[in-house]
């Protein structure tokens, strides 16, 4: 098992971070049991949360209904969820519901992670691990 996948595996360590790629975390979670999820936030944050997790017809399109579908997610099994999240402007809120579910899924015992794709290192979050 590689490190980044040992990291991505752990419950403690969920949490919202940042990558400069994405390559390396869908190498590690291939075959892993992880549920990977691609969202595209250059379409609106409801919109693209819903498609990329295939949300439930209840989804409300609200900051609360985000947050209740993300500690839910009984419609996807898997060992733990990573979200690889493309085209934030201004994640301070979005990052405060994805931290939320974190702490809820690491409760859970299950691995949660919300990684943006940041190539500039514009965003004020946690590097994922330390990129070559």
């Known amino acids: ?3 980044l996948l040992e ?4 419950p403690a360590r969920s949490g919202v971070y940042r990558v400069t790629r994405t390559d390396e975390v869908v190498d590690a979670l291939r075959g892993s049991g992880l549920a990977l999820a691609r969202v595209d936030l250059r379409q609106p944050v409801f919109d693209a949360f819903s498609q990329a997790l295939a ?6 399109r609200n900051w609360d209904a985000l947050e209740d579908c993300l500690t839910d997610l009984s419609w996807r099994e898997a060992a733990g969820h990573v979200l690889l999240l493309e085209g934030a402007e201004d994640p301070r809120m979005l990052a405060d519901v994805l931290g939320s579910a974190a702490q809820f899924w690491a409760g859970q015992g299950r691995p949660f992670f919300a990684v943006f794709l940041d190539p500039q290192r514009r965003l004020k ?7 070559a």
Do not use: A, C, I, V
């Open 55 to 60: 949300f439930p017809d209840w989804f409300g």
């Open 125 to 131: 979050l946690k590097d994922l691990f330390r990129e």
């Open 7 to 10: 990291r991505l595996s752990d």
């Open 1 to 3: 098992m590689s490190k």
